[in-house]
């Protein structure tokens, strides 16, 4: 999100289905009751009057999570260009940790993406899937490809950004965004090699199948 703010044409939205989700959920999330005061909790309202709204620049981006479309008709995604991103489960688990303790495939949204992978391919889109680590290996070679196949021209400034907060993000910054705000560019990638908890194991061990099938699709970084 915050790479893709950089661009001139190009107007961000965090989240927009977060309240929704909360809502529709039950999910206990840090910061629940700030995120349900703060935004509009009716998922069909946003999509039909935000995400498929008007715009005040030429290009509308998105940020969503998979799991925020409980309850929705995902039809509207015909008529969005629909990019899946992807992060090793064993690396999603190690953090998601601190703020969720006990993570449930359902939290890493990994089976809602391989089922909109193929829902989308069976309707003839063809999804683009970034990979974080691939993208953190070759954030320039990743993100103009990835350009191309949305049909956007690549941009410079993609590749940085100041550091702190934006206007943009969500009123769940304080509880998720430490590390964003602390950047200011893609880092050098850098596999966590602290062993994953033993208890969350058995939930990796679900993710991984979902991963491995959206990971085959994954734009590659320049060898």
Known sequence: MYSFAEREDTRVVDEPLYAHYLRASGAEHPGRD???AAMDSDGNRV????VLGPCDRPVLFMKQMAHHLVELDRSFLDRTVNVLLIRDPREVLASIVHQLPDPTLADT??????ELLDELEAQGQAPPVLDSRELLLDPEGVLA????????DFDPAMLSWPAGPRSEDGVWAAHWYAGVHRST???PYRPKTEPLLERLEPVHAECRPHYDHLYERAIRAAS
């Open 145 to 152: 490809k990835l350009c191309e196949r949305i049909g956007l």
């Open 109 to 114: 949204g990994l089976a809602v993406q391989s």
């Open 34 to 36: 700030e995120v349900l």
């Open 47 to 50: 999509v039909r009057e935000l």
């Open 185 to 187: 560019r893609f880092a």
